[in-house]
């Protein structure tokens, strides 16, 4: 419901109220000079990854029981075994988000005339981040106010407090090799469709879960470090495509299921599934398949374009030539 706005030398706070969408709005303006004490505490983030794993569990009893009682796995039960699936893997991924977004935290904000919660700032390396950005800012804004030494009577510059706060943009080091292997998986999906190989989808499937943990990796490196934003935003992306690619392919080997039960015979049952996607899938899977491995590749090529071109003004801005050594 809440927000929060940067300009050049104040924050604007728009706390909004309401259910779904904010009902109404109260806009406050706190200026760079102004601002006393900016606050971060730390809190528990236990309650929200119980209340996702209890969503979770929610959903998975159903579709076990639907497992364990139905007599004939017939297309009905494949359907609704594929909706209460998604549910978990939508809830499994609100989990791993959470944990991934690190500590949660209150912010305050405290000038001379008020001390106010900022709903937006939730999360303590986001606001770590904010603040390094802000924090040049404001002690620009406020080089004229000082104060005077009670011992000396001399007058002293405001100090900073967290020398070490402010940290230089850097890019991961698993980015690159997290969008490659992105491009490779996507690049392989098309190819172990069309030439129907067991053996590649076997492949795929343990570089899906390598891959994940790369994703997984880098994700937590840019969230608890100075990131630049697209790659961020690129990692974020690629995390739900592949969400999305798992639950379209729990959704597919359930349906496949369903019309020929063989497809459930050890661990070559599911892949000779997925390697015959193109043949027995029907358009809709075929083309999904498709349309996924497309997104998953551009995807990963976007993010390896944002790389190499952030890693080359990182190290320009560090070199004598650059003109700026922080």
């Known amino acids: 419901m809440s927000s929060l706005w940067r300009g050049e030398d104040h924050f604007v706070y728009v706390r909004g109220s309401g259910f779904l969408l904010p009902f109404t709005e109260e806009y406050k303006r706190y200026r760079f000079q102004d601002i006393q004490l900016i606050s971060i505490a730390k809190k528990s983030r236990i309650g929200k990854a119980i209340l996702h794993s209890m969503a979770m569990i929610a959903f998975a009893v159903p579709s ?57 700032l939730d999360r303590y390396f986001r606001v770590r981040e904010l603040l390094a950005s802000i924090e040049p800012e404001i ?47 996507a690049l392989g999906i098309l190819a172990a469709i069309h030439i129907e190989s067991v053996t590649m989808c076997g492949f795929l499937f343990f570089l899906l879960l390598a891959l994940g943990l790369l994703l997984l990796t880098n994700l937590i490196a840019s969230v608890r470090n100075a990131t630049p934003e697209s790659i ?30 063989a497809y459930t015979l050890g661990i070559s049952g599911p892949l000779e599934a997925f390697a015959a996607v193109a043949t027995e899938g029907g358009l809709v899977f075929y083309l999904s398949t498709i349309v996924l491995s497309i997104g998953l590749f551009a995807t990963g090529l976007i993010g390896l374009l944002q790389a190499v071109k952030w890693r080359g003004r990182i190290a320009s801005k560090m070199t004598p030539e650059g003109g700026n050594n922080g």
């Open 64 to 120: 076990v029981l639907i497992f364990v009682l139905s007599d004939d796995f017939s297309t009905v039960v494949a359907v609704f075994s594929s909706l209460f699936l998604l549910g978990v893997l939508f809830f499994l991924g609100l989990l791993i988000r959470h944990l991934i977004m690190g500590p949660a935290c209150t912010c305050d904000i405290q000038t001379e005339l008020s001390r106010d919660r900022i709903r937006p």
């Open 139 to 185: 002690r620009k804004s406020q080089e004229a106010l000082v104060f005077e030494n009670e011992d000396s009577g001399k007058a002293k510059a405001v100090q900073s407090t967290d020398g070490n706060l402010a940290k230089a943009l850097s890019v991961p080091p698993l980015a690159m090799p997290t969008f490659v292997a992105t491009m490779v998986f």
């Open 232 to 261: 961020r935003t690129i990692s974020w992306i690629l995390l739900g495509l592949l969400f999305l690619f798992i639950g379209f392919s729990v959704v597919y080997l359930l349906v496949s299921v369903s019309r020929d039960p």
